[in-house]
Nanobody, 128 residues
Framework: QVQLVESGGGLVQPGGSLRLTCAASGFALNDFAMGWFRQVPGKERDEREGVSYINRGEGLLAYADSVKGRFTISRDDAKNVVYLQMNSLKPEDTAVYYC??????????????????WGQGTQVTVSS
């Protein structure tokens, strides 16, 4: 069955870095575009914020304005993983981060409705 498992979250000081990993199984990762989203307490699942997106073959990358220049998305289809390198972290980056598999290309990449499977999430806390 399709599974996405996020890891790499934790507590980091402002200005620090983390690398999140999304391990995919049960499907051919190279057939799908993938995205990273985040969710803060009090927000519903359909209110998740799109953070970054990578299409098949890394031909197109996209980022939310709030993370441009600080976050980098990448993928290694041979290892069935998608990464999110997060640098210069800020307290407002604190959230649970999820990776998703995109299947509805007619919706914007930042629309959580364009994804069908999600992982369980990994907590990122940026605090001194």
């Amino acid at each position: 069955q399709v599974q996405l498992v996020e890891s790499g979250g934790g507590l980091v000081q402002p200005g620090g870095s983390l690398r999140l990993t999304c391990a995919a199984s049960g499907f051919a990762l190279n057939d799908f575009a993938m995205g990273w989203f985040r969710q803060v307490p009090g927000k519903e699942r359909d209110e998740r914020e799109g953070v970054s997106y990578i299409n098949r073959g890394e031909g197109l990358l996209a980022y939310a304005d709030s993370v441009k220049g600080r976050f980098t998305i990448s993928r290694d289809d041979a290892k069935n993983v998608v990464y999110l390198q997060m640098n210069s972290l800020k307290p407002e980056d604190t959230a649970v981060y999820y990776c998703g598999r995109r299947v509805r290309g007619y919706l914007a990449w930042s629309n959580s409705g364009s994804y069908d499977y999600w992982g369980q999430g990994t907590q990122v806390t940026v605090s001194s």
